[in-house]
């Protein structure tokens, strides 16, 4: 059972497969917030916010990290005002990827990855917790099956951890990454996905947390947390480039260190 939130708006609406407009009718439906909307002076969003094509020269491919499917959007001069976003269509990976790259079963609207996403990025920020903000949330279902995609506020002037490994080395902000780490965990956030493409860092000392897709709420324990610190462990790994192996075990040991001493203290 999904809270009732009266921050949040849920448009249905539906669509045609098909460009000459003669495919079997789409069913969907876009969760919104609404305070967000409102104060760009808007009364709904509209399901073409979700296609980049729509966008045009507003629309760039996101470049690192993940598995495609991301774009930056520049809404204001294509007449949203919005500002800065990042669209995000679901994608799968894997095995699964060589069957459906884009589509879901279903199981409800409300488990839907971009709903749930929606709501799980919402309820980190009132637990105080460094996340985007969620503009929008769409499922187009066809059957059996759905898409989805998300719409986000996005962060500006930041470089993931992963850039910072490649060009800072141990000048990367190693404990702050432990840190932030600790801190999400003990919020009780289990990252499904924690690589070191999903900690973002500014010039100004900030930090962020991103790509909550498939997380979950959890009691803090240590399994699930070591399992997110091992993940995250063997992305710097993989992603190591030309440094040595030594140096990213020498980097990880600081990260880790930092994560400890943050955890003892409880905050």
Sequence with gaps: MVAFDASESLMPFRAVRGNDGA?????????????????????????AWFDPASWGGHAQPVGSGGRGGAWFIDAAPAGVPLGALVLRHYLRGGVAAKFSRDRFLWHGANRTR????????????RRKLPVPRPIAAIYWRDGLRYRA?????????????????????????WEAAGRLISRMHRAGLDHADLNAHNLLFDDAGRSWIIDLDRGQWRIPATAWRERNLSRLHRSLLKLRGARAVDDVEKDYARLRSAYDAHWQRGT
């Design 23 to 47: 495919g079997a009718a789409l069913t969907g439906a876009i969760l919104f917030d609404l305070e967000r909307l409102r104060q760009a002076g808007l009364k709904a969003a509209d399901p």
């Design 149 to 173: 995609g998300i719409l986000l506020e996005r962060l500006c002037g930041v470089s993931p951890l992963a850039d910072l490994a490649a060009t800072r080395g141990d000048e990367a902000p």
């Design 114 to 125: 971009s709903f749930e996403e929606f709501r799980l990025l919402r309820e980190a920020l």
